[in-house]
């Protein structure tokens, strides 16, 4: 009977991807939903629904499912990187960078990116706050 919710379980995951990549979210959320009665322990579920949330601006319920999955797989880079998302459309740029950085540490390409952007563009800043200090001392 295991076998078969998880399964079953399976199932409703590639219902629930295919509706998301329709973006048909309410339809993608019940799928999830239903795949998480028949898997509990399933982390990408959780992680799919915390992308669902960042993506309706529900950010709480999103660091929530991202727990979630990250209370199943501590190491689940996609949640990790959720997480970071997260926080970035919370404005919480610091809290953010933390987790690129750990995603990034697992080379999740994603996370990188983002982390080299703003590691240049906060590089950049102090280059120009450096080149106006010495043009002031001239």
Same mark, same amino acid.
């Given at each position: 009977?295991?076998?078969?919710?998880?399964?079953?379980?399976?199932?409703?995951?590639?219902?629930?991807?295919?509706?998301?990549?329709?973006?048909?979210?309410?339809?993608?959320?019940?799928?999830?939903? !239903? &795949? @998480?009665?028949?898997? =509990?322990?399933?982390?990408? *579920?959780?992680?799919?629904? %915390?992308?669902?949330?960042?993506? $309706?601006?529900?950010?709480?319920?999103?660091?929530?499912?991202?727990? !979630? &999955? @990250?209370?199943?797989? =501590?190491?689940?880079?996609? *949640?990790?990187?959720?997480? %970071?998302?997260?926080?970035?459309? $919370?404005?919480?740029?610091?809290?953010?960078?933390?987790?690129?950085? !750990? &995603?990034?540490?697992?080379?999740?390409?994603?996370?990188?990116?983002?982390?080299?952007?703003?590691?240049?563009?906060?590089? $950049?800043?102090?280059?120009?706050?450096?080149?106006?200090?010495?043009?002031?001392?001239?």
């Amino acid at each position: 009977a295991l076998e078969l919710n998880s399964d079953i379980a399976l199932f409703y995951l590639e219902i629930a991807n295919a509706c998301s990549s329709q973006e048909k979210y309410i339809q993608s959320i019940a799928n999830y939903e !239903k &795949a @998480l009665e028949l898997s =509990p322990d399933n982390e990408s *579920a959780y992680t799919s629904l %915390g992308y669902l949330n960042i993506e $309706n601006s529900n950010v709480e319920e999103a660091l929530k499912m991202f727990d !979630k &999955a @990250l209370k199943i797989e =501590p190491n689940y880079v996609e *949640a990790i990187h959720g997480k %970071g998302l997260a926080y970035l459309k $919370n404005k919480d740029r610091i809290t953010a960078m933390e987790y690129f950085t !750990k &995603a990034c540490n697992y080379e999740y390409e994603d996370s990188c990116e983002i982390k080299s952007g703003a590691d240049s563009r906060a590089f $950049n800043w102090r280059m120009r706050q450096l080149k106006k200090k010495r043009l002031r001392i001239q």
